[in-house]
């Protein structure tokens, strides 16, 4: 009986704590910083009953995605919204009127040939890799860590300069080469201690872990990027289609 009275309480239609989790995430997602959150409002948006509200706005402020002060309410924190079906530099992204994403080089080294990237990068004799570490920061804040690996002559090794270069950047207007598709991977890391240090979150925190393999329009891979992002600032959008 008081699970019929529950479900059919104009308030609680939808009183699921995970339901309204996702709803609410997804909507403070790409929403503008500092905006105010009203448990009585998001209880009718969200048609979840104030404590089922209430406990979403606390595991999201465990999370980093909203703050909560005294006399200053919950707030959205806000994050980047990145287009996942895109390749951009980082100095086209957002690729609105929000900041642009730096890269500040923290690393550049010629580490060899190390057999898994001569493989995803199907090198062969003479050609050496080149390592780019570095960090992407927007409107002031770290939201992450990249690594690139580039095959490289050892002429080309020489000449490239990777200082505020991301590795999109190198390809295009250092070493001359049209990028073409990108093959894509995206998966839920945690922070370890070294990355939880390079961008200001706590150990075991939730992270994006991103990889491209990035393309010449010939179909010959050119490099391998992988990207650690703050899960509480960066989200991902794309169009898909469903085929026949």
């Not at 980082?90 to 890269?103: I, K, T």
């Not at 001359?176 to 939880?196: L, M």
Request: proline share 5%; glycine share 8%; charged share 25%.
């Amino acid at each position: 009986m008081l699970y019929q009275r529950q479900r059919h309480s104009p308030d609680r239609l939808n009183n699921s704590q995970r339901r309204t989790y996702d709803l609410l995430r997804s909507s403070i997602l790409s929403t503008s910083k500092s905006l105010l959150l009203v448990e009585r409002e998001l209880t009718d948006a969200l048609s979840a009953s104030r404590g089922t509200v209430r406990a979403v706005l606390q595991q999201l402020a465990r999370e980093g995605l909203v703050t909560r002060e005294p006399k200053n309410g919950t707030r959205a924190t806000g994050s980047l919204l990145l287009p996942l079906d895109e390749l951009r530099t980082m100095a086209q992204l957002p690729g609105d009127c929000s900041p642009p994403v730096e890269s500040r080089t923290i690393e550049c080294r010629p580490v060899g040939c190390p057999p898994v990237v001569r493989d995803r990068l199907r090198l062969t004799a003479g050609w050496n890799v080149l390592m780019i570490e570095s960090l992407m920061v927007h409107d002031g804040l770290t939201i992450g860590v990249a690594v690139g690996y580039i095959g490289v002559s050892e002429s080309q090794s020489r000449r490239i300069d990777a200082e505020g270069q991301d590795v999109i950047s190198i390809l295009e207007r250092q070493l001359g080469i049209r990028i073409g598709p990108s093959r894509t991977t995206v998966s839920a890391v945690t922070a370890d201690e070294e990355t939880a240090d390079l961008i200001g979150v706590d150990i075991g925190a939730p992270l994006i872990w991103l990889e491209d393999v990035l393309e010449d329009q010939e179909g010959r891979p050119r490099a391998l990027s992988q990207l650690r992002l703050r899960g509480d600032r960066v989200a991902f959008s794309a169009n898909a289609r469903r085929t026949a």
